[in-house]
């Protein structure tokens, strides 16, 4: 299947604007993840899977909050298929709690700007899924950058908080770019 | 060549970028035994497996945990994730 778009739902609330990015749903693939699985019965993408379309959640995500796969619905899959995704498609839409965007990078080998904009002290989950994300984006050898809103900032510090150490400390050890914002060019972005 | 990679209790996407860690230290033909404990793992660590070009041999359940076997198939490059 030609990927012509690929579709990052991580917020509940933002589903149906990032569906309303699907024109061919043959060529069109959905990935859920955070609270985005929480939109696995939704009857619009249950449609969107009739139509065609490869629509996989994340496993770990989906079992955190009590779900389990049922016939017909979403895949039960893993931040591979996420990372696979940003890399293949045409077109990304990502769509989080933070915001959505739409990037259209052109040439094979794509930047993915991963912009972190909640305190990670106050808001540690948006952090950690954002970090675990990049990770699995450099298992697909993806180039990562990481942007830090003004309220990120403490991730530069000595203490970033305990539950993004091991995301911090894989990143760094894979020679990403961890910078406040603006940062360097990117060519498709994901703000969390 | 054959190694192991014991996964159990590990977590995503920690599964899969450690087993394409462990796989760019072998050889082309090399096979890798990997472990895995969480049941979703057993599909996804061979499905990205087979999406970067290696082979999967076998998927096996003993007890609480899989055992899949992969022969490398292809060369990337990744540095060290801990």
Redesign the interface.
């Known amino acids: 299947m030609d990927l012509d778009l690929g579709v990052l739902i991580a917020s509940q609330e933002r589903l149906e604007t990032a569906l309303s990015h699907v024109v061919h749903p043959e060529r069109t693939q959905i990935f859920l993840m955070d609270d985005g699985v929480c939109a696995q019965g939704a009857p619009r993408l249950r449609a969107l899977i009739d139509a065609g379309a490869e629509v996989a959640l994340c496993a770990q995500d989906a079992e955190s909050r009590g779900m389990h796969p049922y016939d017909g619905g979403p895949r039960f899959g893993s931040q591979y298929d996420h990372a696979r995704m940003m890399r293949d498609a045409a077109c990304v839409v990502a769509a989080t709690h933070a915001g959505t965007t739409k990037s259209r990078p052109a040439g094979p080998r794509r930047r993915i700007g991963v912009t972190l904009t909640a305190d990670p002290r106050e808001n540690p989950t948006a952090t950690v899924q954002a970090l675990r994300s990049a990770v699995g984006y450099l298992g697909c050898e993806l180039d990562v950058r990481i942007k830090l809103g003004s309220r990120a900032l403490s991730l530069l510090g000595d203490e970033p908080p305990r539950e993004v150490l091991r995301h911090l400390s894989t990143l760094r050890g894979l020679g990403t770019k961890i910078e406040p914002l603006p940062g360097g060019p990117i060519d498709v972005e994901v703000i969390w | 060549m054959s190694a192991t990679l014991d996964l159990t209790g590990e ?7 450690r087993t ?1 860690l462990r796989l760019e230290e072998l050889r082309l033909g090399d096979e890798l035994l990997v472990i895995v404990d ?1 049941p ?2 057993a ?2 660590v061979p ?2 497996l087979r ?1 970067e070009g290696h082979e999967v041999v076998s998927v096996d359940k003993d007890g609480s945990k899989f055992y899949i076997r992969a022969i490398k198939r292809k060369s ?7």
């Open positions: 977590v995503c996407p920690y599964t899969f970028v394409k969480h979703p793992a599909e996804n499905r990205s999406g990337h490059r990744l540095e060290g994730a801990t």
